[in-house]
């Protein structure tokens, strides 16, 4: 039995404040609305109860942002993809920005469990002057419960019409792609902070960015304290298997990589990232997402 999820919101300016419309069909919705940053920032948590996604099901959330709107969307957990008998399971994302719209996109990490077949989908729409700053995480298998990812296959589809595509099939049995120095070199986590802009981001504004992001790895690295308790290698202050760069593939998209044999060295690092970005762009402080702190 397939259980299909459906996610509809839109963000409206009325004033100085971002509202939100939601409407959703099966079990995906929204959890919380906050203003933790004022009136014009809108942050939803948003949920699916049932807590995991299996073959067959599929899972979509659809945000369209009025002009001059800001929201800011997390979940309360990671999402969990399944071991399948077959069918693929469906995650598709798409945010459309009117002109002068932002969205920050940060949603815990997608675990894919040993076993499944899963799809994973990212698109940003963006209107000339709109920005989005979105994340995606992918942690596979559990290897703190000793559960690899010896079986089953996970595509990641990250995209900004017209400005960049990323495209990317992950299977259990591709050795090469997961063990080579050119591919994942054994690490289990994978993530991609992208900074998206509809108009092309100045020159100085763009290396800004990048020096930013640059300036965070290299503050990660030297940080003799392993973050949410991850080791350390003895010789070098920098959190056991984390590697981490900063490119600008086009001249709207800014893009941090990361990879890492743990989540939260991980997150750590793209929280970092997030937070320079916003001070840097937007003028405004990190603001973590409440859930985050509970």
Not at 182 to 207: H, I, K, Y
Request: with cysteine; net charge positive; hydrophobic share 45%.
């Amino acid at each position: 039995m397939t259980w299909p999820a459906h996610l509809q919101l839109h963000y409206r300016r009325e004033g100085d404040r971002t509202t939100a419309l939601d409407t959703h069909h099966g079990p995906l919705r929204v959890l919380k609305r906050l203003y933790p940053e004022g009136p014009g920032i809108c942050h939803h948590v948003l949920v699916h109860p049932p807590g995991g996604v299996v073959g067959g099901d599929e899972l979509r959330v659809t945000a369209h942002l009025d002009a001059g709107t800001h929201a800011v969307c997390t979940t309360p957990g990671a999402t969990r993809f399944y071991r399948s008998e077959g069918a693929v399971a469906r995650q598709r994302v798409a945010l459309h920005l009117a002109e002068g719209a932002r969205m920050e996109w940060l949603p815990l990490e997608a675990i894919a469990h040993r076993g499944c077949v899963a799809e994973n989908q990212l698109q940003l729409h963006l209107q000339p002057g709109a920005q989005a700053m979105a994340w995606d995480v992918l942690a596979l298998g559990l290897p703190a419960a000793n559960e690899a990812f010896d079986s089953g296959s996970f595509l990641q589809h990250l995209e900004v019409p017209g400005q960049w595509l990323e495209r990317g099939h992950i299977r259990a049995s591709d050795s090469t792609l997961l063990h080579s120095p050119l591919g994942l070199a054994g690490r289990s986590v994978s993530a991609t902070l992208c900074f998206a802009s509809g108009s092309p981001w100045p020159v100085d504004q763009r290396e800004a960015l990048l020096e930013a992001a640059r300036a965070a790895i290299s503050g990660l690295a030297g940080n003799t304290h392993a973050p949410h308790g991850a080791q350390h290698d003895s010789g070098a202050k920098r959190p056991i298997g984390l590697a981490a760069g900063a490119t600008a593939p086009q001249l709207g998209v800014v893009l941090l990589r990361v990879l890492a044999h743990r989540v939260e060295p991980a997150m750590v690092l793209l929280a970092a990232v997030r937070a320079a970005w916003r001070a840097q762009a937007w003028g405004l402080t990190a603001q973590p997402p409440r859930i985050w702190r509970t």
